[in-house]
Structures are given as C-alpha cells and as structure tokens.
C-alpha cells in the first residue's frame, strides 16, 4: 500500500551504461517530480510533470529523459551513464490544485556509478 | 546565496531540550514545507505551512509570510528525533516545485 514507490532502491552500474529508474504513485495526484539528492545531501529539482505534460526541466543534461507513460508513473532513463551522476534519486508527487497540495516522496534510489 | 537558508546547519541538544530550527527565504511561495529525512532514510513531510502556526505533537511549525521566515520548533526532544530537517518552498509561479534549503542536522543525546 506503498504511496510513492521506486524502484530499485540501490543501483549500481558501471560508466558508460543505460539504466532506468520506476516510479509509481497510487494517491491519485496529478503531478509527479525527480529531484537528486548530492553528495552534499542537497536536494534539487530535475524534472515534474502534470497530467503526463513535462512542466520542468531544470538544465538536466539530455542524457537524463524522464517518460510519463500516465498520471501514475514518470519513469527516469539515464543514458551514457556518469561517475558524477552518482547520487540518491527521489521521486516525489503532489496535487497541482493551486499549490496547496501535500508533497509525498518515494523512499530514494541510491545510484552508485563505478 | 541560496534561496531558501536555513539556521543552524548542525545542532546537539541534550534529551529534553526545546529545540528550534530556522528557515529564511528570498522568493515568492505558495507554501513552505518542513521535510525530515533520517540517515539512509526516505523524505517525510512533516508540516505544509501557508500562514499561522501547526502543531503535529511534539513538533510545532510556524510561518511569517511578511517576514519570508519560518521555524520549526521540537518540544521535550527525543534522541528518535535525530535526522535531517529541510526546509522547502513551493515556488509561488507556475511550476509548483520545491525550493530546498541545505538542511539541519539534529543529533539528539540521551
């Protein structure tokens, strides 16, 4: 009965690789987020989507291309993977209406990139 | 200079004490959240402020939107509250995304 659930928790991979991270929320909201987390435990947007339509795409490079197949899923694709693109990937999703909706995140993804 | 500051970046307290955590911020906002994050751990919304005061148990938030400042108060602290607690606004424009702060870490000693 998970609210936001993400899958995997851990990732590791090696540079050069494709690897994809899942996201689902079953609240019934209509706006879903990834934010990465640094190494710095920082936290900053990546992308959102409302109602399936890409609302933000904060300069993430292009090998990260997030797919929002309904409301209840937006799914991350990592292309060409990093060794600075390790960090901890949360998914996140909330209510559009008028910005009062509460905000509910999944447990993290910690992608390690070797 | 980060849009959301928070205040202190580390803290100890003894159990029992009255700690307060401290949010500033520089943008417009819609709300402002209070997250608490432990170690290796998921991210929990404790409080979504908009105006006012809430109070969730022991935890007590509150806001003042003249000011852009919010704090976050824990009464008769409990070494189960050790974590990190963000402070995040909710962008007052069109995107509805969060605005974090750098986070408090709160160590709690019995």
């Known amino acids: 009965d998970t609210a936001v659930s993400q899958t995997p928790k851990y990732l590791v991979t090696q540079m050069g690789n494709d690897k994809s991270i899942k996201c689902e929320q079953n609240l019934g909201h209509d706006t879903m987020y990834w934010y990465k987390q640094d190494s710095k435990k920082f936290l900053k947007i990546m992308f959102s989507?409302?109602?399936?339509?890409?609302?933000i795409n904060e300069t993430v490079p292009n090998r990260f291309s997030p797919k929002s197949p309904d409301k209840a899923h937006l799914n991350l694709h990592i292309n060409s993977l990093e060794l600075g693109d390790s960090a901890v990937y949360f998914c996140?999703?909330?209510?559009?209406?008028?910005?009062?909706?509460?905000?509910?995140f999944g447990s993290g993804t910690r992608l390690t990139v070797v | 200079k980060n849009e959301v500051e928070q205040s202190p970046q580390n803290l100890t307290a003894q159990e029992g004490e009255f700690i307060t955590i401290n949010c500033s911020y520089s943008v417009g906002i819609s709300a402002l959240h209070w997250l608490q994050q432990h170690p290796g751990g998921g991210i929990v919304s404790l409080f979504m402020l908009s105006s006012g005061k809430k109070k969730h148990g022991r935890l007590i938030a509150t806001i003042n939107i003249q000011e852009k400042h919010s704090s976050l108060h824990i009464t008769a602290s409990h070494p189960r509250d050790s974590a990190v607690y963000i402070c995040a606004v909710r962008d007052g424009g069109a995107t509805n995304k969060l605005i974090f702060g750098t986070g408090t870490l709160l160590a709690v000693q019995p």
């Open positions: 996140a999703s909330s209510h559009w209406t008028g910005g009062f909706g509460g905000y509910t």
């Open positions: 989507y409302n109602n399936k339509e890409l609302i």
